[in-house]
């Protein structure tokens, strides 16, 4: 029954492909003359920030035609879930996606880390250890027999929580009996649990109608999501509780890696990585319209709470994640030589 479901999930997103009147099988060639096609999906809201800073990729690229690549990308979700994006990308029939670690984590397991929460001490710390952890680099580069390798991470912001009640959030106690928007992860489902909250797992495009039946009282996620998705008009309070740092990660088909040039590799990682530090020269300012944004919605924003009861409430999820072996504990220490 899974397989039968997995098969029907890529089927129904190259038939979604296909209305855009688009083929996967793009590539007329490697050799001189010919361009190389990549399409790239994700599910930010075309027009959006996020949107527009991924959109870089495709133009960086475009500044070198010497290496015959161009990047198509499909926003929006068009294709599918990110699950489905994944799965399509392993098949060889979509070149690129742009996912979250999270989702990475359903396939492969060590991606989980990004998921424990207080792994970074700070911005410059979760900045560090994704861009300089040679951990990380081999994580990347560890799912190639499956069929992808990520070649990029995307530099979201922290995670907060936010409630229907005018309440910040700065002990456990204060999370007691309400229901938080969890993502479809165990460690994420985990955290909320110790937070003190009752996670409710569920896709991020359903926190919106959730929190408008009361199916639960609050959620979890960046000030771009508390405004992009109109989660403003809903909930009372966004506490800088800053529990995580989860990157998202650009992910290619070993199909489409192989048999792309040296030259087209690494423009495409350069791109990849001049898009990303756009994204962080401006990320501060994006912050701050968006927080000025919720706040003119009647958003109460607490900032500069102690987190020492989270970070101790949080600590068996650390504990946890090591003992799953000898290479998970390698890449959370490699991990934390970055913190100073």
């Not at 035609?65 to 029939?93: D, F, H």
């Not at 009640?165 to 489902?189: F, H, Q, Y």
């Amino acid at each position: 029954m899974e397989k039968w479901k997995k098969t029907l999930g890529i089927a129904a997103s190259v038939a979604a492909i296909a209305v855009v009147g688009a083929t996967f099988f793009s590539v007329a060639g490697t050799s001189s003359g010919d361009v190389l096609e990549l399409r790239l999906a994700h599910n930010q809201a075309a027009g959006s920030e996020i949107a527009g800073s991924i959109a870089k990729i495709s133009e960086f690229v475009a500044e070198d035609p010497s290496q015959n690549l161009k990047v198509s990308i499909y926003a929006s979700g068009v294709l599918g879930t990110e699950k489905e994006e994944i799965e399509m990308v392993q098949a060889g029939v979509l070149d690129m996606a742009k996912v979250s670690s999270n989702t990475l984590g359903q396939f492969k397991d060590e991606y989980s880390i990004f998921a424990v929460p207080y792994l970074f001490q700070s911005q410059e710390h979760y900045y560090a250890a994704c861009e300089n952890s040679e951990k990380v680099k081999e994580l990347f580069e560890s799912t190639a027999e499956d069929g992808y390798i990520a070649i990029g991470y995307y530099a979201n912001g922290s995670r907060n929580f936010y409630l229907k009640e005018n309440v910040a959030c700065t002990d456990p106690s204060v999370l007691k009996g309400k229901k938080i928007r969890s993502m479809p992860s165990s460690t994420s489902m985990d955290m909320i649990e110790l937070m003190g909250g009752s996670p409710v797992p569920m896709a991020g495009g359903e926190t919106y109608s959730a929190l408008q039946q009361g199916i639960i009282d609050g959620a979890e996620n960046t000030e771009l999501v508390l405004t992009v998705d109109g989660h403003q008009d809903l909930v009372k309070a966004y506490t800088y509780t800053e529990h995580q740092y989860s990157p998202d990660i650009y992910i290619i088909s070993t199909r489409t890696w192989n048999r792309m040039t040296d030259g087209q590799k690494q423009l495409l990682v350069d791109s990849i990585q001049k898009a990303n530090e756009n994204f962080k020269s401006l990320y501060n300012g994006m912050m701050a319209e968006a927080i000025a944004e919720a706040e003119s919605h009647g958003v109460t924003i607490y900032r500069d709470i102690d987190k020492t009861a989270f970070i101790q409430a949080v600590q068996p999820v650390h504990e946890n994640y090591c003992a799953k072996g000898e290479s998970y504990k390698a890449l959370y220490d490699d991990i934390q030589k970055y913190a100073q």
